[in-house]
């Protein structure tokens, strides 16, 4: 028993790498060569397809990124402009109530006009900084 069981695997290992150790013929390599240059040049095709949708979808990140962080400098900006403009009138106004009658009219309304000129300027320094 033990006989033919040995000559079964003996011939199975002798049919199976017998097949594997000759050449393809000319015709048949040519044929796989070029499967295979076909299918890497598809490979790298696809490569550069998903590439290129990577680095455009990388790019209008970094677009709205950078738009939002100009946004967000333009309104830090204004912000402090406002603080300033309105530090600087309610100092005014205090220096105006040092003053008496007409005096002190004019000097709040000069000061109000600045007041309000400053906060025009800061506005359109915002706008102008979002476009």
Same mark, same amino acid.
């Given at each position: 028993m033990r006989l033919p069981i040995l000559s079964i695997i003996a011939l199975t290992t002798v049919a199976l790498t017998s097949g594997?150790?000759?050449?393809?013929?000319?015709?048949?390599a040519s044929n796989d060569i070029a499967e295979a240059r076909q299918s890497a040049a598809q490979e790298v095709n696809e490569a550069n397809r998903d590439a290129a949708k990577d680095i455009n979808a990388a790019s209008k990140d970094l677009q709205d990124k950078s738009r939002e962080l100009a946004d967000s400098n333009a309104k830090a900006e204004y912000d402090v402009e406002l603080a300033r403009a309105d530090g600087d009138h309610k100092v005014a106004i205090?220096?105006?109530?040092t003053?008496?009658? $007409? /005096?002190q009219k004019l000097c709040k309304d000069r000061a109000d006009a600045?007041? $309000? /000129?400053?906060?025009?300027?800061?506005?359109?320094?915002r706008v102008a900084q979002q476009q």
């Open positions: 594997c150790d000759r050449a393809k013929s000319p015709q048949a205090q220096k105006c109530m003053q008496d009658g $007409d /005096a600045e007041y $309000d /000129a400053a906060k025009a300027n800061a506005k359109a320094t």
